[in-house]
């Protein structure tokens, strides 16, 4: 799992002469070492226990809303993004991807948090890409959303030059959509049990950018987002269960490990 704590500590040594009298100095906690080291440490005692959940988000509150907004994953998010820049610079196939991704999502916003629906196939991109996980499973996530918006979408891959073993892996990771919700996340949890490592990686980052927006968003709105949550609540929480058991069958990869920390985590904070 990686390192919660770490976080940027860049100071800002400007001469107060060179700055404008007259300008407000904009408030950026990480351009701000004792908010950058606070913050750290309330995130360190969260996760070693010496606070709760509950303690961590009081102390939260404190902060303005727009340094709130910054999210709980910032550190996370930066180095999974760094990692994925460097491998867009030398795949053009992951690079074209991305591109054709953004184009396709461009007008759809995320149910979660209103954002881009494309932040969401990029940024568990992006944290496949920290696992260094292979080209063909980056690709897999990327494309996967597109059987849900690309008439013909299986001939129009092959016409991509998409192997079929990666067309036969983006079918594996997607739902059946003509079953009801119920039995969709059944059957679902059914096939995760014996798949494929490649299959619970991906699908393990995916739940990991989704727990992580929840939890951003719950910091921010907390008994308005409870709300919203409470009415599936007991379902979520038993497929959330069943999901991670599934997923540790025979899999006990680092990725699976964060994973089971922000569920734990998701837990303490909606009961």
């Known amino acids: 799992m990686k390192n919660f704590t770490t976080w940027p500590t860049i100071m800002n040594n400007t001469p107060s002469n060179l700055a404008f009298p007259s300008a407000p100095q904009e408030k950026n906690p990480f351009t701000d070492y004792g908010n950058v080291a606070n913050r750290a440490w309330l995130k360190a005692s969260l996760e070693n226990g010496m606070i709760t959940d509950k303690k961590y988000i009081e102390e939260l509150q404190t902060y303005p809303l727009e340094e709130r907004k910054l999210g709980d994953f910032y550190g996370e998010k930066k180095e999974e993004q760094i990692a994925f820049n460097n491998e867009l610079l030398v795949n053009e196939e992951i690079l074209s991807t991305k591109q054709w991704v953004e184009e396709l999502f461009q007008w759809k916003l995320s149910k979660v948090n209103w954002k881009p629906l494309a932040d969401h196939s990029l940024g568990v991109a992006a944290i496949l ?17 597109v059987i849900e918006d690309v008439e013909q979408w299986e001939e129009k891959l092959i016409q991509k030059w998409y192997a079929p073993e990666i067309i036969a892996k983006i079918k594996e990771l997607s739902e059946d959509k003509t079953l009801s919700r119920k039995e969709r996340k059944s059957t679902y949890i059914k096939h995760l049990q014996n798949a494929s490592s490649d299959i619970k990686t991906i699908s393990a980052a995916d ?3 989704n727990i992580r927006s929840f939890i951003d968003q719950y910091i921010l709105e907390q008994e308005n987002l409870r709300e919203k949550f409470n009415a599936g609540k007991q379902d ?22 964060e994973l089971e920390y922000l569920i734990e985590r998701f837990f303490r904070i909606v009961k």
């Open 129 to 145: 890409t920290y696992y260094q996980q292979s080209k063909d499973n980056i690709l897999i996530w990327l494309l996967h959303d």
């Open 207 to 209: 739940k990991i950018y």
């Open 236 to 257: 979520q929480l038993e497929y959330l269960q069943k999901y991670l058991v599934a997923l540790k069958n025979n899999f006990d990869a680092p990725i699976a490990k």
